[in-house]
């Protein structure tokens, strides 16, 4: 029983704090209230706090009329050729966040995309819901990602990231910034990545238009015919409303 009782404490001093200390792993699954009448999306306190805690963001400046571009690749559909025709015509910058999959299914689109000026992010290499993953697998599923990138395209740099099904946690945040990342959500979306759901361009030009604000982070999915058939038009006539769009890199940084 004495023995018993020191193992008690032992535990209690050694291992207890570490997990008292742990950080969260509750996930937390992206949403916002969208944006309308220009004003901006909210996500509200709690996970603004907790995304700009890790240096992460969802919008930019309120009070400049600059777009963020964003695409999640997870597979090719047919669609990504016209989009990035519409992006090199437009002479509009983007980010294209890819996972594994699509870095074997897809290297000259890829290279494609780099070689045209865009950003290649980081989806994860098995697109897995990192909040039920260890540490270390993580890591892994990001490193790989990166890896692959730079020897296909010789991109030197992977900065951001954007966690598959819009599913994260305060653990996962501090893994991806100890890693070097930098988390991009959105406050632009809504249901495109459905193929089988398509509705015609016009459903994706309208529900862009419609929540499109200053500082918005688009998130957009190219299995989408909707989207590329939309994009063209949706590109001019945010233009002709004032709207730039600029690359991530472009992002405002916090002083």
């Known amino acids: 029983m004495r023995v018993l009782s020191y193992l ?17 792993n509750q996930p937390i699954h992206w949403g916002f209230k969208k944006g309308v009448n220009e004003q901006q999306a909210e996500a509200g306190p709690q996970l603004d706090a907790v995304l700009e805690k890790y240096g992460g963001f969802y919008k930019g400046d309120p009070n400049s009329k600059t777009l963020y571009l964003t695409f999640d690749n997870g597979y090719e559909n047919g669609y990504t050729p016209k989009i990035l025709a519409v992006l090199k015509k437009e002479k509009v910058p983007a980010t294209f966040f890819v996972t594994g999959h699509y870095l074997e299914s897809q290297p000259k689109l890829v290279k494609q995309m780099v070689k045209e000026g865009h950003i290649v992010g980081n989806h994860s290499w098995f697109h897995p819901d990192l909040t039920t993953k260890s540490d270390d697998r993580i890591r892994e599923e990001l490193d790989k990602v990166k890896v692959a990138t730079k020897k296909l395209t010789g991109q030197k740099k992977m900065k951001y990231v954007r966690p598959p099904r819009g599913v994260l946690s305060e653990r996962t945040l501090k893994v991806a910034k100890d890693a070097g990342y930098t988390h991009v959500m959105w406050s632009l979306a809504f249901v495109d990545w459905n193929i089988n759901h398509q509705r015609g361009w016009k459903y994706s030009y309208d ?35 004032g709207y730039k769009f600029k690359s991530l890199d472009d992002f405002p940084k916090k002083k």
Not at 8 to 24: E, T, W
Not at 208 to 236: C, E, W, Y
């Open 8 to 24: 008690v404490i032992f535990f209690a001093m050694v291992i207890g704090p570490s997990y008292a200390h742990a950080l969260s």
């Open 207 to 241: 529900n862009i238009m419609r929540q499109v604000h200053p500082g918005a982070v688009i998130l957009l999915h190219t299995v989408s015919k909707d989207n590329a058939d939309a994009l063209d038009k949706v590109i001019k006539d945010l233009k002709k409303k």
